[in-house]
């Protein structure tokens, strides 16, 4: 199994950074196919970002792209998420989650496809 645990959040005033960090345990990081998802009250789990751990595209939900950057650091066993020009629409809990796959090069869009999951961060953005 792997366990996740995110870092990073709190709140933030419109147009601010933040960096989230989830670490991982447990199962090889490396086989792991990585994503970053969100979900604020009375909305469905929106796909945030998402990453392959090895070669492929990097790929983001339409509401963040030019804004957040997705990253991995296998060696540490760490994904990341920067979070630039923060909206409050970005308001939400953020989760980091793992799915092993032998396809080094897929990016995983739907929260099903995900085999394990952090407890989430909170992420507020001020007005």
């Known amino acids: 199994q792997v366990q996740l645990v995110e870092s990073g959040g709190g709140l933030v005033q419109a147009g601010g950074s933040l960096r989230l960090s989830c670490a991982a345990s447990g199962r090889t990081f490396s086989r792991h196919a990585m994503g970053w998802f969100r979900q604020a009250p009375g909305k469905e789990r929106e796909f945030v970002a998402g990453i392959p751990w090895g070669g492929g595209s990097i790929v983001y939900g339409d509401s963040v792209k030019g804004r957040f950057i997705i990253s991995r650091d296998n060696a540490k066993n760490t994904v990341y998420l920067q979070m630039n020009s923060l909206k409050p629409e970005d308001t939400a809990v953020y989760y980091c989650?793992?799915?092993?796959?032998?396809?080094?090069?897929?990016?995983?869009?739907?929260?099903?496809?995900?085999?394990?999951w952090g407890q989430g961060t909170q992420v507020t953005v001020s007005s």
């Open positions: 989650a793992a799915a092993e796959t032998i396809n080094s090069g897929v990016v995983l869009r739907r929260s099903y496809e995900y085999n394990y």
